[in-house]
């Protein structure tokens, strides 16, 4: 698998991941750059930093964002199927908040539990 490299090409292809941010509802829609790098640091709510050349700023822009995060739980729907693709959605109502999160999540039953004595011996 190779990452989705956005360092070479036009000055709009620093925006190609954006093009891959929606989930995967099923495995048949997923391609490799839903695993680009850009795109699974936007899925698990974090930065992208596009090229400027300027990496002090940058570092500083990663520090300054690391100073400020919230933590919010939930609780899943017991009774989806296995694999069961939902989005997930925040907004803040404060101004100059910027909401990031995992985009999506998929829950459900398994449809098999290993049970521990089942397991070979090491």
Known sequence: MVPLNLSHGTAQSGFL??????GITTPGKADSPNLGVQVLAVHSGG??????????????RCL???????EMT???????????Y??????ADYPGATERTLTAYYAGKPQAVITPSLLPNK
């Open 64 to 70: 300054a964002d690391a100073n400020s995060f919230y």
């Open 17 to 22: 991941y954006q093009s891959f941010l929606q």
């Open 86 to 91: 939902h989005s997930v959605s925040v907004s």
């Open 47 to 60: 930065l992208v930093l596009q090229k400027s050349g300027d990496l002090p700023s940058q570092i500083n």
């Open 74 to 84: 939930f609780d899943a729907d017991p009774g989806d199927a296995f694999g069961v």
